[in-house]
């Protein structure tokens, strides 16, 4: 009789797991929560947002499939980036504290994504690792100001998150870019650039991105980059104030002395030429003075 009852208890549970996964595969509102996902999303940053398909992931996960990321420039959509696929599974242990914890994972960019998303209460914290990120995939340099990059990145970023939007949140990013080209740049003569290895450090306090540390070395040219990005809702529109000094390396390559001297002899000092960044990111204006 004991072995009887355990065999019943044994296939009630089968079957419950049975029910459940067929309530997720056939029964859950995907397009609700990939409605809703979409909604916070562009309530909380000047994006918009796409996502083809949502799907389950055994046994606590979902899957989205081919997620698009646009930003409005001109009335216009321009896509920024695509992300083949995100899949994200949920720790049981810590909803017992009333706690989220989030395994996050994807394919992105011909590289790969993988992160963590926890929150209590009103306070989130997002952790990401990027590897093996081709930039060339990245398309709103080239649509917005005629700029193509060639590279492969590297990078982790945190954020903590709270209420409201992207102004309110705060984090910091680094990243490496190794074998960077510019393959593409609005004025003739200047493409192909060779850009090296960069190495970036920025943070995010209130919708202003502070760039602590950019710095490119082994390619035509030297140099760092300082300064501030406040974003804007539409993302054209955020405003640039960067101070950037270059000089040319020993790889420098003749041709780009015309670049030289689009820079004039006003910001030239001890072989290095400073100006500034300005304008919006849509239109930005370059200041020699």
Known sequence: MKGKKAFHVVIFILLGIFLF???????????????????????????HYEIEKARPYPLWGLTFKNAVI???????????LGVERIRITVSLLPLLWRKISLRLWGKILGGTMEGRFSKRREQGELTLLGRDVNLQQIHILRDVVGVEMVGILEGKTMFTLGGGDISKQSGSAEFV??????????????????????????????????IKHLAFTGGDFEGKVLGNIFLNS??????????????????????HRMLLSLLGREGQAKGSYAFSLRGTVGRPRLVTK
């Open 70 to 80: 646009y930003a409005s420039v001109d009335s216009k959509k321009i896509k920024v």
């Open 234 to 255: 539409h993302f054209s529109q955020s405003r640039l104030n960067l101070r950037i000094t270059i000089e040319a390396s020993a790889k420098f390559d003749p041709r």
């Open 21 to 47: 996964i067929l309530f997720l595969l056939i029964g859950f509102p995907y397009e609700s929560l990939k409605r809703r996902i979409i909604g916070e999303l562009e309530a909380k940053t000047p994006f």
């Open 177 to 210: 870019i190794s074998e960077g080209i510019l393959s593409k740049f609005p004025l003739p003569g200047i493409a192909p650039l060779r850009v090296g290895r960069i190495q970036c450090n920025i943070e995010l306090k209130r919708g202003n991105v502070i």
